[in-house]
Every structure is written in C-alpha cells, then in structure tokens.
C-alpha cells in the first residue's frame, strides 16, 4: 500500500469512513500522514488525534458543513444505500441518499475550493452486458434504481468537472471482499461463516455465473491511486479475472479446509450470467493494476474471520 502523500493532500473528508471500505481507507491515509474528517451515521471505533468522527446523517445540512470546510484537500465520498433490492423497494430514498446527498458535497467542494472528489460508483452503471466484456466506454444504461442513481452521480461529477475545473474521478468498483466483513451477507462471509460453522451454502442456479471479486487491499489503493492521479472521468476497480461461483467455492475449501455442502436453488429475476470487467485501463489512467489473486485474497480474509468471529459463531 502507497506509504507517502503529495505534498497538497492533508485534509481529507471519508464519508462511510466507519464502513467496511471506509475503516480500511481511513487507517491507509493515516499511514500516509493525512488528516482525515470521517462522517458516517456509525460511531467512530478508532481513538486518532489525526481523525475527527462526525456522527451523523449527511442528509443533515449541519453535518455536511460541520466536515466540509475551506482547506478540505479532498473528498472520498463512499457513504450511499448500496443494495440492489433496498434501491428496488425505496427508490425515493435512494435517489435522495445517493444523488441528491452527492450534489450538496458537490456543492460544499465548490463553495469551499475542494479540488478533488473521489466517489465509490458501481458496473452497474452499464447494466447487463451479457457474458461482454465492461470497460469504461460502455454506454450507460443501468437496469435498477441503484444502477440508475450511481450513474447520475458520475454526470454530476462530470459537470462539476467541466464548469468548475474540480478533478472529479468515479471508481467503478467490483466485488469487494476482505477482512473486516463479517457483519456482511454477500457471498464471502457466507462462505466463511459455513466454513466455521462446518455447514453449507445454497447457490443460484447451475453456480457457473462468473464474477469479480477483488481484494480490500486493492480496492483501498486504488482510491489512493486515484487520489494522487488527477484523473478526471471513471476507473473500473477490479481483479481483472472472473470465476465461477463454483470455482470461487472450490477455492475457499482449499484456503479453509473445510468441506462447505452446495444446495442449488433456483436463481431469482435478473441475475447477470456474468461481470466480466477490463481493469487495463484504470492502469495507465490511475495507476492501478491489482496485487492480490484470488486465493491470497481468500486466506487473509478466512484469516480475519478466525479471529474475529469463531467465538460468535460457537
């Protein structure tokens, strides 16, 4: 992970800095000496004297202008409803948390002269492409109002970007997995849960679906990298290698060493075949290519989950 920082970041604003992503940033920037501000609806769990903790909604005027102040080097705003199925049943609220909370940090940065802002967005931005391979270029045409949300925020960072001379870079992230998620239902702490409980998963249809998933580690330097970048546009953040949830299953057996059953289940509406994602790119636009392969990835994270969690489980 990036150990030094430009001489021009010092302050800098991780909203969802409580958040699975956000602890691990939070810690990375520290490293790198920047002062950092976190707003998240969460307590803060860390005592830093370099760290200020706003708890609090962002949807609250106050608590935005409380973190966002003239001197701010930069904004990562990670803070969004990231569920697929909540943005199907309260499309309103996930517009109102996701695009108009982004507009009014949008605004703040303006007003205060934030030269930089960095937003967690998603593939889903292009919807499903089938077994295609997902670059950048791809148009936009997101199939749910999550999808359709994270797509209006990187048009209004765009805007920004264009009127105001903001450097405004949306990373497109995949599947992240990685210490620290155990709270998680996602596929990986399923999987790592069953491994120690000795019990087994139920999979969607045949399991042959692929799809990214890329290492904490990763995903925390590529922000960094996009940080220092001075990249204005997208940058897909990902392994750069798809496997089957089968195939993914087969690995954490071999990282575990426990047997973890399969039972197939029919597959609900709208499950994607595949995310299958070119990362080249984001390595001559950000610097970023992954360091972390699969089963690396697997064993620090069933690593974290004895540790953590086999008294929970007993």
Request: charged residues 20%; negative net charge; aromatic residues 6%.
């Amino acid at each position: 992970m990036a150990s030094s920082i430009t001489p021009d970041v010092c302050n800098v604003v991780v909203t969802g800095g409580s958040g699975f992503i956000g602890r691990a940033l939070v810690a990375a920037f520290r490293q790198r000496g920047a002062r950092v501000t976190v707003v998240d609806r969460q307590p803060g769990t860390v005592e830093d004297e370099g760290v200020t903790h706003i708890q609090g909604d962002l949807a609250d005027p106050a608590i935005r202008e409380r973190a966002i102040l003239p001197g701010t080097d930069g904004i990562v705003h990670l803070a969004a409803i990231t569920s697929v199925l909540k943005s199907r049943e309260m499309p309103a609220k996930t517009y109102s948390e996701n695009v108009a909370i982004t507009h009014e940090l949008l605004e703040l940065a303006r007003m205060h002269g934030v030269p930089k802002f960095i937003l967690a967005s998603t593939n889903a931005v292009v919807g499903d492409v089938g077994t295609s391979t997902i670059t950048e270029d791809l148009a936009l045409a997101p199939l749910t109002p999550y999808g359709a949300t994270k797509a209006a925020c990187e048009m209004l960072m765009s805007g920004y970007a264009g009127a105001y001379g903001m450097t405004t870079c949306a990373l497109r992230f995949t599947n992240v997995y990685g210490p620290g998620m155990s709270h998680k239902d996602s596929f990986v702490p399923r999987l790592m849960r069953a491994a120690l409980t000795e019990s087994g998963v139920k999979v969607y249809g045949t399991g042959e679906q692929r799809r990214d998933l890329v290492f904490l580690d990763d995903v925390v330097r590529g922000i960094l990298l996009a940080f220092d970048s001075g990249h204005v546009g997208r940058a897909i953040v990902g392994a750069g290698r798809s496997v089957s949830v089968l195939d993914l299953i087969e690995t954490v057996r071999e990282v575990t060493g426990c047997p973890i059953p399969v039972e197939h289940v029919p597959a609900p509406g709208g499950e994607m075949p595949a995310v299958v994602v070119d990362i080249s790119r984001s390595a001559d636009t950000i610097g970023y290519t992954p360091a972390y392969d699969l089963k690396a990835g697997l064993a620090a994270t069933w690593q974290y989950f004895l540790d953590h969690d086999r008294q929970k489980v007993r």
